[in-house]
């Protein structure tokens, strides 16, 4: 008796102490559900009105980017079977990534970074999009009736839904979601995540430091310059890599007057998101912690919290696979419309390529929407499929190893030539960065206006 009373008290010892863990349990998944959902409603979130985000007829009823037609039910469980039973997300996503310079409170402002984020949850990949901004669509039409515009311009005429309006007809897709991210946000987020490791040519660390005078103001932190070595150790060609700030990163993504212009800024900006990215991922709890303070205030989405916090847990841990920039096929320095724009050549031609980026070997045919837009962009431009250049200028990053400049001066000197500057050497001397580039005012036509500045030189 005593000894069964010894063994009952035990198994009532063991069963407190495990009612106890649970209890505990419990409590610490209270308490970090509390603070989640503490940190996430932080988040700006919005309602669409989504009969004002418009898509063309096709895209609801084909397969375009996970939608999937009836004649692929069958296909379409075949993959869904084989996807990873861990997760709850299968197929395609997309959600636009839209970055904002909101300081001057203006719910009427340019969308000058435009981003595609297909996410591809069988795959576990990220591919990334960038709409340059100065692409000549069809934007929805204005006060003034206009129709056709630089891309940037459709969320300074109707907001998100005109954005997302602009994107799903002119490119045939069907995106619902988006975030928008102010830019300032970005400096404090890289300093916490402890900078970022980014490879610069010479040209471009002057233009870094030029912008940083700027960004680092603006961003209440000391400027702080990048060293630039001497011509023997980094010359025109050569890349070198250096470790950033996050005045440095931003002022790095802000870039737009080297080779590849407009279009490189795009990819310097894709590049940045997925450094931070990486560094997210083996960022500490504290760490995490802080940037959440410092993004989530600074985000204004249509996402929900729990769909943040849902989706979040599974997309951290996937990969940035690809990225590049829309159009694929253009011409630049073309005035259509009194615009000096990027012109897709053709815009049929440009959309079909996309959906291959996103998803080679997809069956796609462009829509009648999207074939009417091209056909009348080709009609006041005077471009057709008979004019798409056989090169564009892609803003693809350059990366020059000692090695790649070993073979070159092996040539150079086999050949008699020099290539150890860039073929536009004006910026290897430091007089550039006192003549050329910055001043307070500066501004890409010449004129000068410090608030004009800021606002053409958004984030």
Known sequence: MQMFRKLRDQRGAAGTIIMTVVLVILAGVLVVSLFVARKFALINTVELDMDNVKTSA????????????????????????????????????????????????????????????????????????????????????????????????????????????????????????????????????????????????????????????????????????????????????????????????????????????????????????????????????????????????????????SEIIDMAQYVLNYSITDQTGFPFDHVEGVEVDGLDCVLPVTLKTNVIQLHLFFQPGVNYTPSATVEEYSEYITMVSGYGEEDIPQESESGEIPTWTQELQDQQDAADAANGTDSSVSADDSYSDESYYDESYYDENYYDDGSYSEESYYEEESY
């Not at 996807?83 to 340019?110: C, H, K, W």
């Not at 069907?174 to 400096?187: E, M, P």
């Open 58 to 305: 096709e895209v609801n009823t084909s397969e375009v980017l996970g939608e999937t037609a009836q004649g692929d039910v069958a296909e379409a469980e075949e993959q869904t079977a084989e996807a990873d039973v861990s997760s709850p997300y299968s197929g395609i996503q997309m959600i636009a990534l839209v970055g904002v310079d909101t300081r001057e409170a203006n719910d009427a402002m340019n969308s000058d970074t435009m981003i595609i984020a297909c996410i591809n949850h069988d795959e576990k990949t990220i591919k990334l999009a960038s709409i340059y901004r100065d692409t000549y669509l069809n934007v929805g039409e204005n006060q003034y009736g206009i129709t056709y515009d630089k891309a940037n311009a459709a969320y300074n005429y109707g907001g998100p839904e005109e954005m997302l309006t602009m994107m799903n007809l002119n490119l045939d897709l069907n995106i619902t979601q988006f975030a928008t991210v102010d830019f300032g946000c970005l400096t404090k987020t890289i300093d916490l995540l402890g900078g970022l490791d980014i490879d610069l040519t010479r040209e471009e660390i002057i233009h870094l430091n030029n912008y940083n005078v700027e960004t680092s103001e603006a961003a209440g932190v000391e400027y702080e310059e990048v060293e630039l070595p001497p011509e023997t150790e980094l010359d025109g060609a050569k890349t070198m890599t250096f470790h950033l700030n996050g005045s440095q990163s931003v002022s790095y993504a802000r870039i737009r007057y080297t080779t590849g212009n407009d279009f490189r800024r795009a990819a310097r900006q894709r590049l940045v998101i997925e450094k931070i990215m990486e560094k997210a991922k083996t960022a500490g709890l504290g760490t995490i912690n802080s940037v959440l303070d410092t993004v989530l205030p600074n985000v204004t989405t249509n996402l929900t919290s």
